[in-house]
Nanobody
Framework: QLQLVESGGGLVQAGGSLRLSCAASGRTFSVFVMGWFRQAPGKEREFVAAINWNGRITSYTDSVKGRFAISRNNTVNMAYLDVNSLKPEDTAVYYC?????????????????WGQGTQVTVSS
């Protein structure tokens, strides 16, 4: 079983930045595609960004392109999401997830392992 633990969330003003981190343990991290999803109150969980096993392929939902950046470091079993130019509509619980896929999958069904989430709140 792969365990995932997110950190780095918080309260930030609009226009601010955060680095969300995801620490993985329990299985070989480098075989997994890593994704970030978010869920706002009353809404479904939605795809934000993904990165394939070697970091060469990334994908983003349109609303965060140019503002968010996903990365990973397989030597320390970490994935990251740099969130910049934050907007109030980015407020949500952000989840790190892992799955098995050849590319940077946007499909939530790909992801079998989930963290507990970290809250990001953006004030206007």
């Amino acid at each position: 079983q792969l365990q995932l633990v997110e950190s780095g969330g918080g309260l930030v003003q609009a226009g601010g930045s955060l680095r969300l981190s995801c620490a993985a343990s329990g299985r070989t991290f480098s075989v997994f595609v890593m994704g970030w999803f978010r869920q706002a109150p009353g809404k479904e969980r939605e795809f934000v960004a993904a990165i394939n096993w070697n970091g060469r392929i990334t994908s983003y939902t349109d609303s965060v392109k140019g503002r968010f950046a996903i990365s990973r470091n397989n030597t320390v079993n970490m994935a990251y999401l740099d969130v910049n130019s934050l907007k109030p509509e980015d407020t949500a619980v952000y989840y790190c997830a892992a799955g098995l896929s050849a590319d940077a999958s946007r499909d939530i069904a790909t992801y079998r392992h989930w963290g507990q989430g970290t809250q990001v709140t953006v004030s206007s």
